[in-house]
């Protein structure tokens, strides 16, 4: 299995497994199911209207809905990848989500480019799976669209279990800050850093040494550039920075 090594800035090193073409392909196809379906529904919603509107408006509308198929699905790509940490309800039932080449999250630029050449994509696979082939062959298993964007297609670990950490609780509701966090802190935490600080709390694939070592490391990096001084416990102080850095997101 391709494996993405990623040197994050806290000096520590994570490891995604890349996603291969099959599951790729179940993911594609369950999102073409759950799309299809739902466009259906918006279709029959604006057709039966026309019938017994005479000011055309309803028709209009149709027209544009009938019409704009292409850009629908090409919205349903972009907007899901972009706010719903890069997956796709189907990627997402399978436990792989779009990441930069690099290793980082997806820009929106990126996801923008790469939606731009899923129809050429699928416009391939119809005389010939040349978009598998294309996925298969590359070393790091990239479609055309990811080659031009940039992006690859990974397995999130333990995606069964990978659920938002810490759901229900915010950093002002903590009984108790253990780190000197003040509102000026917001602007030195980034969406990366975000992405990096939950991948921390949700991989439950690293061993108990591994994990330890990385909350450490994480931790220490983030008091030296926040100023934030000793912590005490890592397991404390991760968590703390991860609720606050999701409260203050902008």
Do not use: C, N
Request: avoid cysteine; glycine fraction near 10%.
């Amino acid at each position: 299995m391709t494996t993405l090594a990623v040197a994050t800035s806290e000096g520590v090193e994570l490891r995604h497994d890349i996603a291969g073409a099959g599951s790729r392909f179940a993911a594609g196809v369950l999102d073409g199911l759950l799309f299809g379906i739902g466009y259906m529904a918006v279709v029959i919603a604006v057709l039966i209207p026309v019938s017994f509107d005479p000011s055309g408006l309803s028709g209009f509308v149709a027209g544009l809905v009938l019409g704009g198929g292409v850009l629908a699905i090409l919205a349903y790509h972009v907007l899901y990848h972009a706010f719903w940490e890069g997956q796709t309800p189907g990627k997402r039932a399978l436990g792989i989500r779009v990441l930069s080449a690099d290793g980082h999250p997806a820009t929106l630029m990126q996801l923008v480019m790469r939606a731009l050449l899923w129809p050429i994509d699928v416009l391939l696979t119809v005389p010939l799976p040349v978009g598998m082939i294309v996925i298969a062959a590359t070393p790091k298993h990239q479609r055309l669209g990811d080659l031009f964007a940039g992006t690859l297609v990974v397995r999130t670990a333990g995606a069964s279990r990978a659920a938002e950490p810490y759901a229900s609780a915010t950093w002002s509701s903590l009984p108790q800050h253990t780190l000197p966090l003040t509102p000026g802190a917001a602007a030195h935490f980034t969406a990366e850093d975000r992405a990096f600080l939950r991948d921390l709390l949700t991989r439950m694939d690293l061993a108990p040494e591994k994990r330890r070592t990385l909350f450490i490391a994480a931790a220490k990096h983030y008091a030296d550039r926040l100023g934030l001084g000793p912590f005490a416990d890592a397991r404390i102080a991760i968590p703390e920075l991860y609720l606050y850095a999701r409260e203050h997101a902008s």
